[in-house]
């Protein structure tokens, strides 16, 4: 079966402060690889996803991805976060079609 | 265009109480998701119809569970005899054919009392 597990639940961070947000996943096969974000009061919305090819991947909001396989780990980063990267942020992966997510990482960010 | 709605946004049940819980998806859009997501945590699936077939329903936590979508489009997420830890929020999403990608609706707040 697969898992998600993020490793930080509450994160808080200054404004311009760099971000990286770790995630692991349990998965025999080939898998496909998503961040969401859910802002205070807003649905879930898609920040990046890999499928496969370039293990980086750029994301909205100058969010970045990078797969690496052996490890199991798809980690979230931005170089300097804005006060409006305050959310919610979920992991998740399909190895089918159903997505498993992780129990999200709430980052606050401070002025 | 139009995203995912889902209505009501909130529903308050008493215990024991039906409920149903209505999902339009994207137009066109021809996979459609259940998610159930408690306080704190991550979504969790339900259910999955391609079209008018339920196709997956090994997530739904028992029998007192009942989706549908006949018509292929709008799907209900109905709950019979609610229970306390039925209270939650139930997610809808959708995708096109053969897509990874879902969208996903604001949601229901479901609180059981």
């Known amino acids: 079966a697969q898992s998600v597990s993020q490793h930080n639940h509450h994160v808080i961070l200054s404004e311009a402060a760099s971000l990286e947000l770790g995630c692991n996943y349990s998965?025999?096969?080939?898998?496909?690889l998503f961040w969401y974000v859910q802002y205070p009061g807003q649905h879930l919305q898609l920040l990046l996803k890999?499928?496969?090819?370039?293990?980086l991947v750029k994301g909205i909001k100058g969010f970045e991805a990078e797969f690496i396989k052996s490890k199991f780990s798809f980690n979230l980063r931005k170089p300097s976060v804005q006060w409006s990267d305050t959310a919610e942020y979920f992991c998740?992966?399909?190895?089918?079609?159903?997505?498993?997510f992780g129990k999200g990482t709430r980052l606050s960010v401070i002025a | 265009g139009a995203g995912v709605s889902q209505s009501p946004r909130y529903k308050v049940a008493k215990r024991g109480q039906d409920v149903a819980l209505r999902c339009d998806p994207i137009?066109?859009?021809?996979?459609l998701f259940w998610y159930q997501q408690a306080l704190g945590q991550g979504p969790e699936f339900l259910t999955y119809?391609?079209?008018?077939?339920?196709?997956?329903k090994s997530g739904l936590p028992s029998d007192r569970f009942f989706a549908e979508r006949p018509e292929g489009s709008v799907s209900t997420l109905k709950i019979q005899r609610t229970q306390q830890e039925d209270s939650a929020v139930y997610l809808c999403?959708?995708?096109?054919?053969?897509?990874?990608?879902?969208?996903f609706g604001p949601g229901t707040r479901l609180t059981v009392t």
């Open positions: 890999y499928f496969s090819g370039d293990p």
């Open positions: 119809f391609q079209n008018e077939a339920q196709l997956d």
């Open positions: 999403a959708s995708s096109l054919a053969g897509s990874y990608e879902q969208y």
């Open positions: 998740a992966v399909s190895g089918n079609t159903p997505l498993v």
């Open positions: 137009s066109g859009h021809v996979s």
């Open positions: 998965y025999g096969g080939t898998v496909n």
